[in-house]
């Protein structure tokens, strides 16, 4: 391979023998027909090998931007390529928003439905469950769609990259709203008791932020659309912005202090022109049911000293259930505990070992594009439709064209 490819976090190296980078739908098709290993690079947002492989890989940056919106105005279908913040951007300037956003608006969205990724809000589904119809290129190089209603729907959605090239996607959406942006700081432990569900409620969307450095929450995020008082649980509203990550400049956040604002200017934490940190970092989530939710956040302090050393920050989000099969969220109202961690591997995963056995009580559920060291089959007794999962992809990629070692791993 001529150039270096890495993920965003610059922890993994491709070991891709070819990068191609189709102008067409009917170029995907032609290099699939020519047969795998293949695996698509999206924004790079991974943290693991889902994406790699010793083939081929695609980025379907260079596909014709599509943003094509319905003529009830209830839907868009977009690239395989596009970015959710170029198409928030357009919705907004034609009176549309989507039900939800990541915290950050440079990842893809076709990469992120992949992976069930979200944002938070205790009725808000992850990014995934606003997909209507998906686009793909099955491991023949036929062109497939499938819809809402269609018997493989909820299963196709969240796919891990296992059933083929998502060239493109129709999204709900919803009429354009404002809304504000609050944030407080330190939180007492004590308020969490009793209140957790009140709070993760008390607005849009809710983030709850710390570095574990004490048992205290270090900022509240709250999304409102209506204005709301300085002090929330016992915490003061803070004295100017802040950004989620202890020391890192503030410009890069979205804007804070109640003001109003179009809703993909407030839902995610960081600004589209802005990097939103330096990539040194490595990730890791876990969703556990939110009833369980205050369990969750004792598990995570009692060891919370071995948990700080090695983090950078913690956020805590809340994610309604859906049906899409491998989703986190699978009939489950969830609660995700976000790590955002060093950028060593050697001193972080013998910590996520840690996290992940003092959780196990309470089934957590992993995102999958992350770090973690859970067993593949632990993982799977979590998928209750994994079996039916097996069957679509020997339906849509019977030779393995999609298939590569972290994959083979996971599926079995």
């Given at each position: 391979?001529?150039?270096?490819?890495?993920?965003w976090?610059g922890?993994?190296?491709?070991n891709?023998?070819?990068?191609?980078?189709p102008?067409?739908?009917g170029e995907?098709?032609e290099?699939?027909?020519?047969?795998?290993?293949?695996?698509?690079?999206?924004?790079?947002h991974?943290?693991n090998?889902m994406?790699d492989?010793d083939?081929t890989l695609?980025?379907l940056?260079?596909?014709p931007?599509?943003?094509e919106?319905?003529?009830?105005?209830?839907?868009?279908r977009v690239?395989?390529?596009v970015?959710?913040g170029?198409i928030?951007?357009?919705?907004?300037?034609?009176g549309?928003?989507?039900?939800?956003?990541a915290?950050?608006p440079?990842?893809s969205?076709?990469g992120?439905?992949a992976?069930a990724t979200h944002?938070s809000?205790?009725?808000n589904?992850?990014?995934?469950t606003?997909?209507?119809s998906i686009?793909?290129?099955d491991?023949?190089?036929k062109?497939?769609?499938?819809?809402?209603?269609?018997?493989d729907?909820?299963g196709?959605?969240v796919?891990l990259?296992?059933l083929g090239?998502?060239?493109?996607?129709?999204l709900d959406?919803?009429?354009?709203?404002d809304?504000?942006?609050?944030v407080?700081?330190?939180?007492p432990?004590?308020s969490l008791?009793?209140?957790?569900?009140?709070m993760?409620a008390?607005g849009y969307?809710?983030s709850?932020f710390?570095n574990?450095s004490s048992?205290?929450?270090?900022?509240?995020?709250?999304?409102?659309?209506e204005?709301i008082?300085?002090e929330?649980y016992g915490a003061?509203l803070?004295?100017g912005p802040?950004?989620p990550?202890?020391?890192?400049?503030?410009?890069?956040s979205?804007?804070?202090?109640?003001v109003?604002g179009p809703?993909?200017?407030?839902l995610?934490?960081?600004?589209?022109e802005?990097t939103?940190?330096?990539?040194e970092e490595?990730q890791?989530e876990?969703h556990?049911?939110?009833?369980?939710?205050?369990?969750a956040?004792?598990?995570?302090?009692?060891i919370r000293?071995r948990v700080a050393a090695v983090l950078?920050?913690c956020e805590?989000r809340?994610?309604?259930?859906?049906?899409?099969?491998?989703?986190?969220?699978?009939?489950?109202?969830s609660m995700?505990l976000?790590?955002?961690?060093?950028?060593?591997?050697d001193a972080?995963?013998?910590?996520v070992?840690e996290?992940?056995?003092?959780?196990?009580?309470?089934s957590?559920?992993?995102?999958?594009?992350?770090?973690?060291?859970?067993?593949?089959?632990t993982?799977?007794?979590?998928?209750?439709r994994?079996?039916d999962f097996?069957?679509?992809?020997?339906k849509?990629?019977p030779?393995?064209?999609?298939?590569?070692?972290?994959?083979?791993?996971?599926?079995?």
């Amino acid at each position: 391979m001529s150039e270096q490819v890495t993920n965003w976090a610059g922890n993994i190296v491709f070991n891709a023998r070819a990068v191609r980078r189709p102008g067409s739908v009917g170029e995907v098709q032609e290099i699939v027909a020519g047969g795998g290993p293949i695996k698509v690079l999206g924004s790079g947002h991974s943290f693991n090998r889902m994406a790699d492989t010793d083939g081929t890989l695609i980025s379907l940056a260079d596909l014709p931007r599509v943003t094509e919106i319905s003529a009830d105005r209830k839907s868009v279908r977009v690239d395989g390529g596009v970015r959710y913040g170029d198409i928030a951007a357009y919705l907004h300037t034609n009176g549309l928003a989507l039900h939800n956003t990541a915290s950050l608006p440079h990842i893809s969205v076709a990469g992120a439905i992949a992976t069930a990724t979200h944002g938070s809000g205790v009725t808000n589904g992850n990014l995934a469950t606003a997909v209507s119809s998906i686009e793909f290129v099955d491991g023949s190089g036929k062109l497939v769609t499938v819809s809402r209603g269609d018997a493989d729907f909820e299963g196709v959605v969240v796919h891990l990259g296992a059933l083929g090239i998502i060239t493109a996607l129709t999204l709900d959406v919803v009429p354009a709203f404002d809304i504000r942006q609050y944030v407080f700081d330190t939180v007492p432990r004590a308020s969490l008791d009793g209140n957790l569900d009140a709070m993760l409620a008390d607005g849009y969307s809710v983030s709850l932020f710390t570095n574990w450095s004490s048992r205290d929450i270090s900022h509240a995020w709250l999304k409102r659309t209506e204005p709301i008082g300085d002090e929330w649980y016992g915490a003061r509203l803070a004295d100017g912005p802040r950004h989620p990550v202890p020391g890192m400049p503030a410009q890069n956040s979205t804007e804070q202090g109640g003001v109003p604002g179009p809703w993909h200017t407030r839902l995610p934490h960081f600004r589209m022109e802005f990097t939103p940190s330096s990539g040194e970092e490595l990730q890791s989530e876990y969703h556990v049911a939110r009833a369980d939710g205050l369990a969750a956040i004792d598990a995570v302090a009692s060891i919370r000293e071995r948990v700080a050393a090695v983090l950078q920050v913690c956020e805590v989000r809340t994610i309604a259930a859906d049906n899409l099969w491998l989703s986190p969220n699978y009939h489950r109202d969830s609660m995700a505990l976000h790590f955002t961690w060093i950028a060593d591997a050697d001193a972080v995963t013998p910590v996520v070992a840690e996290l992940e056995q003092v959780l196990a009580p309470l089934s957590p559920r992993p995102h999958v594009g992350k770090v973690f060291t859970m067993a593949p089959e632990t993982i799977r007794q979590g998928w209750e439709r994994f079996a039916d999962f097996q069957a679509l992809v020997a339906k849509y990629d019977p030779a393995g064209t999609f298939r590569n070692d972290w994959l083979a791993e996971i599926l079995g």
